[in-house]
């Protein structure tokens, strides 16, 4: 789930949720306390004294969801662009799906992309939200943006069924 370069510690907090912290290259410790009620504390910790902390910014449940995508969409898309420039077969496109497509308002499974182009839906964007490695269950919808990852084939392929 996380860059392989970082390290993110995870710490239950009874009663409360969870906490996530990790050290920034600059040396500071920041940490996300995520209550069970989807509120979240976005917590800098002291440079002095890494056990407290100098700053605690509360959020709502939707304060958060908007943050997490500034920060997280782009991140997604720039990895992937980062992955098909290894692989030069590999390449990245995102696909709408149109309104009225016989696929608005069926799972992303019923589209069979992988078997059909060999092509992988990796995100799906729906207004502001972004979710990473949608399940074949997830329903899709008119408008919605799918990444995609596979051939410029695949991927072309992809755009033509979605478009049906």
């Keep these: 789930m996380f860059d392989d370069d970082v390290e993110v510690t995870e710490t239950k907090l009874p009663g409360i949720g969870m906490r ?3 050290l920034t290259e600059s040396g500071r410790r920041v940490g996300v306390v995520s209550h069970r009620n989807g509120e979240r504390d976005l917590v800098l910790f002291s440079k002095d004294d890494p056990d407290s902390c100098s700053a605690v910014l509360k959020m709502s449940a939707t304060e958060a969801d908007a943050l997490a995508q500034f920060l997280g969409s782009g991140r997604i898309v720039e990895k992937l662009a980062t992955l098909s420039e290894q692989i030069s077969s590999l390449a990245t496109g995102k696909l709408r799906i149109a309104h009225g497509s016989r696929y608005d308002g069926l799972t992303l499974g019923a589209t069979r992309a992988r078997s059909r182009t060999g092509s992988s839906v990796v995100a ?20 919605d943006l799918l990444v995609v990852v596979g051939t410029p084939e695949g991927i072309e392929q992809l755009k033509e069924i979605v478009s049906e």
């Design 124 to 143: 799906l964007m729906r207004d502001k939200e972004v979710v990473p490695s949608p399940s074949p269950e997830t329903t899709l919808h008119g408008g």
């Design 20 to 22: 996530h912290d990790l």
